[in-house]
Every structure is written in structure tokens, then in C-alpha cells.
């Protein structure tokens, strides 16, 4: 069935105000602005290698929901199902990031209470939006960030389903927003309309309660749920600015593990929506080219990779960058030191 878009996202766009070079919050005294959001960061990346995307949200209606409004656009990622809050207590959501260099570590500070997006109702969306793409992605952080948008949200992932709609999901798990028998009883409601999930094995032992090795947990999702796809990414952090990267990607249609070397010391500059990047490979890798597992974990992983190396939430690239990546990682022989 062809359809306006490839994926659209649901989720919150927040403001990051990040102190430059490495300096303190505490101390500094100049932040830097950028737009962000697991969601969003997803779509972003999904559009930069080739698939028409959008993202549904709430902005307030002034200044700061004009700056991201042009900043979705500039990453080529549709507005077209942005709502905007025009009360006077509409607000959007903030946080300050502090990067780390061993032995200090990253540091954030949320400012995201009572912000527009959870305001979002369905009734503020147009109905045709819940048959305009092939997929819909969300993620835990927009179940949990209020129990009004939670229902909203399940309701989107019903009308997305009932219309023949893919549903990806990553678990996102973040213990300042819910606690882990909060995301288990509401993820579990939403579970049997998911088609392509994403969680680590970290959470599903401490969230989900799985017990046994990474594949059988895996597996256990699908024979519990009618799942067809479940991806977990497999990152060592060494120090803040260098870490290694992998995944497992499971088919339940296929009864098939997908696995390759991981990215090893990878030159952390920013980690900040890296797993969403190795979302947008993986949706990419599975909506571009169907049935091809193998692909879409190289995907996820070289997008993932590459963005550790990129500052700010969102990713910049192209298509021919990632697959040179991808040839490069699979390489025996001498690897060229630049891109010329």
C-alpha cells in the first residue's frame, strides 16, 4: 500500500542548553541551543538516509516552538503533524547537558514538567494521519512522561494498528521519569500491537523481569507477543570518550539471530541519541529493504557509531557516508584515513 510516509514518530521535543568545551554547569556562563528528543532524533536520522519522515508533537505557539519547528525542517523531517499550544502557560521542555572526560561523567538536568506536549490529544490530530505512513515509532519516555499523554499515546498506537500501520517501540527505559513497575505494566498493555521492538538486555532483566541468556530473552517477547522483530544494542563504555558498539537483531519470522563485530573504541564526542541513530539505521535498513536483517543491523550500527562522533542530539550524514562506514567495518584490508 503506498503511503505518504515511510515512518512518522510521536514524542517530546525538547530544548538542550549545553555549556561549551567541556565546561561546567555549574561554573559556565554561555549554554548553546539545540533541538532534541529520542523521537525525533529517530526520524532525523531515518530521513537523512532516504525515507520521507515526520513527527508528531506539541510546541508552544512562540518564539522557542518557531526555532524547533525550523529546526525539524532543516533536518528534513515533515511538520506537517506538529500542534501548537497557544495558552499562556505553554512551555516547552528543557534540559542541560554536561559532557564528561574521564573520570567525570556526563551530567543532566531536566526542566520538563507540565510542558505543551502533554497536552496532546488525539482529537488535535487529523484522522488521516492514522493511515499516512508505513510505520509509527514511539518510545517509553512519551508513555511516561504524564498519564494523560500515556492514554493518548496508546490510543495513537490503536488507531496506527487498526489502519495496517508497522508499530516500533524502544523501551527507553529512564528511572527519573517512572519506576520499573510503572514502564512493565503499561508496556505489557501495549505490547501485543507491536511489530519491531527495541530493548536491552539490562531492561528486560530489570524491567521485564526476563531471566537467561540475551537470545532467549529475546525470543521469550516474541512467543509472548505477536512481535516480529526484537533488536538490543550491546554498548561497553570504557571511559566517557570511548566506547564500543554492537547489537543482536532477532527474526521471529525466520528463527534468526543477526549479529556482526562490534565498532570498537569508538572517539566519543557525544553519545546523547545514539540509540535513537541506531533506531533510524535499523527502520531504515527494514522498511528500504525488506526481510534484510542482516543489512538493517549494519545500518543500525554504523549509524550509531557515527553519531558518538557528532555533536548535539541529531544526526548529520547521508546514505553514502553510512554505507562507506559499513564497507569500511567489514574490511580486512587497509582502510583509507580520509574521505577524499
Not at 567525570?104 to 538536568?109: A, L, Q
Request: some cysteine.
Amino acid at each position: 500500500m503506498k503511503r505518504e510516509f515511510d515512518l512518522l514518530s510521536l514524542g517530546e521535543i525538547m530544548l538542550r542548553l549545553s555549556p561549551p568545551d567541556n565546561e561546567r554547569i555549574t561554573r559556565g556562563d554561555a549554554f548553546s541551543k539545540q533541538a532534541g528528543g529520542a523521537e525525533l532524533n529517530s526520524a532525523t536520522g531515518a530521513a537523512m538516509l532516504g525515507l520521507r519522515c515526520g513527527i508528531i508533537s506539541k510546541l508552544p505557539d512562540n518564539d522557542l516552538g518557531v526555532y524547533i519547528k525550523n529546526r525539524i525542517r532543516l533536518c528534513g523531517v515533515s511538520d506537517d503533524y506538529l500542534v501548537y499550544d497557544d495558552d499562556p502557560d505553554a512551555r516547552l521542555g528543557v534540559y542541560y547537558y554536561e559532557s564528561g572526560a574521564y573520570p567525570r561523567k556526563p551530567r543532566i538536568v531536566y526542566d520538563r514538567k507540565n510542558t505543551s506536549v502533554n497536552k496532546l490529544r488525539v482529537e488535535d490530530l487529523d484522522p488521516h494521519v492514522f493511515e499516512a505512513a508505513r510505520c509509527f515509532h514511539t518510545s517509553g519516555i512519551t508513555l511516561a512522561l504524564s498519564p494523560e499523554l500515556r492514554e493518548t499515546t496508546i490510543e495513537m498506537i490503536k488507531r496506527f494498528k487498526e489502519k495496517g500501520t508497522l508499530i516500533s517501540f524502544d523501551v527507553n527505559f529512564r528511572g527519573n521519569l517512572w519506576t520499573g513497575a510503572e514502564a512493565k505494566e503499561c508496556i505489557e498493555r501495549i505490547l501485543p500491537y507491536v511489530d519491531i521492538f527495541f530493548c536491552s538486555e539490562s531492561t528486560a532483566r530489570l524491567t521485564f523481569l526476563k531471566e537467561g541468556d540475551l537470545k532467549s530473552i529475546m525470543k521469550q517477547f516474541t512467543e509472548e507477543y505477536p512481535i516480529s522483530i526484537v533488536a538490543s544494542t550491546q554498548r561497553v563504555v570504557h571511559s566517557p570518550k570511548r566506547h564500543s558498539f554492537g547489537s543482536v537483531i532477532y527474526s521471529a519470522k525466520d528463527d534468526t539471530y543477526y549479529e556482526e563485530p562490534p565498532y570498537a573504541d569508538i572517539e566519543v564526542i557525544d553519545r546523547i541519541g545514539s540509540g535513537d541513530a541506531y533506531i533510524s539505521g535499523v527502520l531504515y535498513g527494514l522498511l528500504a529493504h525488506p526481510d534484510e536483517y542482516q543489512k538493517a543491523l549494519e545500518y543500525g550500527n554504523a549509524v550509531s557509531a557515527l553519531k558518538n562522533t557528532i555533536p548535539g542530539d541529531l544526526l548529520s550524514t547521508d546514505l553514502k557516508e553510512i554505507e562507506g562506514i559499513v564497507k569500511e567495518h567489514k574490511s580486512d584490508g587497509m582502510i583509507s584515513e580520509m574521505d577524499r
